[in-house]
């Protein structure tokens, strides 16, 4: 063994110290289970149906024996739901790529590109809908504007972990455009091509959601057979999902990408007759309060204090929120070594790697749905949903660092191997990985409210559909800054001496 190679391996000195990193993560992690556990006794999580295992055994011979026979032009719906993804993911790649080079050195797109990514692509499409009614320019527009945010700020990143020799080789003068071309694009490359084909997976999944809001992607389909209890048809057009997505590295190769698009091209039409008055009249006065127009401001408070108590909105979200990512952080826990090729026999590991593709692969607000159909309307359903998906993604992640890893302690039996060698490596990587999550979760968890989940996300919905656009447009604003301050804090908090996480392409 070589000496850099047993640096890397021996324990940190003062792992039982106040001060080691060790003993700080065990905190931060006692610290959030125990405010959990503290104010679960304020969160509703009644289960308001009579026999949910009943409406469970209807769902899972529907998953069993899917209807195929029953679907109504399920390939029309499948194309569409994978050329706004692609086309989503293209949008958002062309507008955040220019912003990621100036990331950096501009607080303004960086606050800008915080606002759009911190609200969800489904309360953006709510507010293109008012827009462009049901089209696929909603469609684009709910993915293109939260994916160029996301793209600036993940491909900004990773151009500053690219190595800075390159750059300082070049002659004085060069621009910032041609340094990006000759000395930082090249070693970019394969990482800024890795993850934006990890986001166009992510679109895919968001593309099946904007169905719930009416959109005719595969969700709609989804969302109308489960509410009508036709759950044989349900269970087909789950299986299209999850075999679409089993198969993604298989029918989005590089050299398919161009006919992938053209053909998505072609099922986006028609498009929307669009009036520029229509247009400039919702965005310069119908999402703002006619007092703030008119420079009223005893007319603007009077307008605040006609708006419903947001305290308990906001107070289910933020709990709902923290329940959220101490599930998940449990839910990994529990769950990554059912995947790790240290634990088990390769029968347990293939169903241990197939239940965590399972769980990561279906959305949040598809899970709270099945949750919601089974337990009732409260914030059990919305729980459970956070926690499995995101635990099932840590989890992953995390069992496949674990499989790099070669055990030091031969002949030690799996219980010592996970508690004493491996779970230490491991834990400050999940930690990270559970507060880079923090910020999805709350995002989240905010939508979860258009199932009737008494979050933020209620009252948006509601304000949409009674036409309150102000009112809607101010509660965005509100979900937004909650994003923010809890994207801050999960920053302040995450352990940066890792190496799980120096993938950007993990989050």
Known sequence: ???????????????????????????????????AVLLVPFADLAVLTRDPWAELARMARGLAWPAWGALESPLEALGLTVAVALWGTLGGMLLGFPLALLFARSRLIRAGCAFVRAIHELFWALLFLQVFGLSAATALMALVIPYAGIFAKVYAEILEQIPGAPRDAL?????????????????????????????????????????????????????????????????????????????????????????????????????????????????????????????????????????????????????????????????????????????????TRLAGRGLLVFLRSTPELMLAFFFLLLLGPSLLPAWLALALHNGALIAFLVARHADAITPGMPGVNATGRLAYELLPRLYPGMLALLYYRAEVILRETAILGMLGVATLGYYIDANFEYLLFDVAFFLLLVTAALNIAVDALSRRLRPRETAIIDDPCQR
Not at 326 to 345: D, Q, T
């Open 1 to 35: 063994m070589t000496q850099a190679h047993s640096r890397t391996q021996a324990p940190r000195p003062g792992w039982l110290e106040g001060r080691s990193p060790g003993v700080r993560l065990a905190r931060h992690s006692l610290a959030l289970v125990a405010l």
């Open 171 to 347: 002659p004085p003068g060069i621009g910032r455009l041609s340094r990006f071309v000759y000395a930082e694009l090249p070693l970019a490359w394969t990482r800024l091509a890795a993850y934006t084909r990890y986001r166009f997976e992510c679109a895919l999944r968001a593309s099946v959601l904007l169905g719930f809001v009416g959109l005719p992607t595969l969700g709609f389909q989804l969302e109308t057979a489960f509410r009508e209890g036709r759950y044989h048809e349900a269970g087909a057009l789950l299986w299209m999902f999850y075999l679409l997505i089993a198969s993604l590295p298989w029918w989005s190769h590089r050299r398919l990408i161009p006919l992938l698009a053209l053909g998505g091209a072609l099922l986006l039409g028609p498009w929307p007759a669009l009036e520029g008055g229509l247009l400039w009249r919702f965005v310069s006065q119908d999402i703002w309060p006619p007092a703030l127009l008119e420079g009223d401001w005893r007319g603007l408070i009077e307008w605040l204090a006609r708006i419903p108590d947001l305290g308990p909105a906001i107070g289910n979200t933020l709990l709902l929120g923290l329940l959220g990512s101490v599930g998940a952080l449990l839910v990994a826990l529990a769950l990554w070594p059912l995947a790790c090729r240290h634990f088990g026999n390769p029968l």
